[in-house]
């Protein structure tokens, strides 16, 4: 499809040819990420899952598809809106105007499944292989952590989901809570469980253990510091590091070289380590105690200070939460109005972010010396948008482009490397105006420096058993 661009004084004429599926198939794309979810797989997905079209509509099942990854990309416009983007680079074909009621019912023929499918086949670590950053010491390194989301408050959805009650009203809108298990040296999504919030962390944290396996050491924070969840993600042979509550008491079996100590809680044998950790600012000092426990018991190839460092990268799972419900989501409420919708969207959101996440890991891959991290997924999200309006690089080429247009764009601007740094846990829009003000509050960030000591427990210590 030719365009022209006039100059001041000159026309230049430029030729843009764009490759697209045919008919009622042309605006089932994703712009350059078709290619991560190519119409063959979009296609077996329907088949498995039984939920492709027996006749051609004029929105074919696969269509619609894209249509939700779509309207991920665009948080922030309706489904009509987005259907808009996705015929935006299509001018001069044929192509449908449906209505948003037309669209609304495509989405529930569709039905959740072929998101599902999809969801399965994505999810991994994204890494790239001998990576940097990607493994610690033979393993790779993943964490697991929760997150709520807000969803339109709908008497359908109340009838499944509930309100988080607090101060001015609670949340407002039902929550969703979701916990995923992330690769971190990608922010890749490894395993994701959703649903209610009446059901804890630690309840979805055991659904997550069918993907933990030997090779993966998996981070916790002290909210999973319990003795059935330990003991059944041991039994996967994935190794554990886990922040110990502060009233849990575990006995010394053997004292370690480096300041740990042989334990048990439950049945699973771990090794203690306790480290003060002190931060030091130009605005002052803070120090505080952890205490970890870990499957990894062999001191030598595990000590206890490069355990301490290590723990640090659970944070990785909160970035990758503030990717999907910050930069992609934009902090807004889910759309779909009823339970079924929900579902069929949260799918979509962690297959869209997933793909994200494995464009990105292409382009890093080819530098096999840049940390993943300094991969910027604003970068990778806006260059992806452009992509799809445009209807661009569709369909591969002849010759394959491992990095594409997304990479080449991430790799141009690439973040620094990470420096360390602080800045206050604090509420920076509360629900009461009033509670959001102070001139006390120091929202800055500070450059800072870090000293970790191991702690070796006095004796005598408790000998019995930890719960």
Not at 164 to 187: D, E, F, K, M, W
Not at 277 to 305: E, K, M, N, Q
């Amino acid at each position: 499809m030719p365009s022209h661009s006039a100059c001041s004084d000159a026309v230049v004429t430029i030729t843009d040819t764009k490759t697209v599926a045919a008919g009622a198939f042309a605006p089932g794309h994703l712009g350059e990420l078709t290619q991560v979810v190519p119409f063959e797989m979009v296609d077996e997905a329907l088949a498995a899952t039984g939920t492709g079209q027996v006749r051609v509509r004029d929105l074919p099942a696969r269509v619609v598809v894209y249509l939700l990854l779509a309207g991920c990309l665009f948080a922030e416009v309706g489904y009509q809106q987005v259907w808009c983007k996705l015929t935006a680079g299509l001018a001069g074909m044929p192509v449908a105007c449906p209505s948003a009621g037309a669209l609304s019912q495509a989405r529930r023929r569709l039905t959740v499944k072929p998101l599902r499918w999809l969801s399965e086949l994505l999810r991994g670590p994204a890494a790239v292989a001998a990576g940097a950053g990607v493994r610690w010491r033979g393993l790779l390194v993943c964490a697991t952590g929760g997150t709520t989301m807000s969803v339109p408050d709908t008497g359908a959805n109340l009838r499944m989901l509930t309100k988080q009650p607090g101060n001015h009203g609670g949340s407002g809108y039902p929550l969703l809570r979701l916990l995923a298990l992330v690769a971190c040296g990608t922010r890749g999504i490894i395993d994701a469980v959703f649903g209610p919030t009446s059901s804890g962390e630690t309840t979805y944290a055991q659904q997550l253990t069918r993907s933990l396996h030997q090779g993966m050491t998996v981070l916790l924070d002290r909210n999973f510091d319990t003795a059935a969840l330990i003991q059944a993600a041991a039994a996967t042979q994935a190794h554990l590091l886990v922040r110990l509550k502060s009233n849990r008491k575990l006995p010394v079996l053997r004292r370690c070289p480096d300041g740990s100590w042989l334990s048990q809680t439950g049945a699973t044998q771990v090794r203690v380590v306790q480290a003060e950790i002190t931060i030091a600012t130009s605005a002052g000092r803070r120090t505080g105690v952890y205490r970890l426990a870990t499957t990894l018991l062999d001191h030598h190839l595990y000590p206890a200070f490069a355990l301490v460092t290590l723990y640090h990268q659970r944070w990785e799972t909160e970035t990758a939460y503030l990717e999907i419900k910050s930069s992609i989501l934009g902090g807004r409420v889910l759309r779909a109005r009823t339970p079924a919708g929900i579902i069929q969207e949260v799918y979509a959101l962690l297959v869209t972010y997933q793909i994200l996440r494995l464009a990105m890991a292409d382009a890093t891959g080819t530098q096999p010396e840049v940390d993943p991290d300094r991969a910027s997924f604003t970068i990778a999200l806006q260059t992806a948008r452009d992509q799809l309006v445009k209807a661009a690089n569709v369909i591969a080429g002849t010759v394959i482009d491992l990095v594409g247009t997304i990479g080449r764009h991430v790799l141009d601007n690439l973040m620094p490397a990470r420096r360390l740094r602080v800045a206050p846990r604090i509420v920076k829009r509360a629900i009461s105006k009033y509670n959001a003000r102070g001139p006390n509050i120091d929202r800055r960030s500070y450059k800072a420096t870090l000293n970790i000591d191991i702690f070796t427990p006095p004796d005598p210590l408790t000998t019995s058993p930890g719960p």
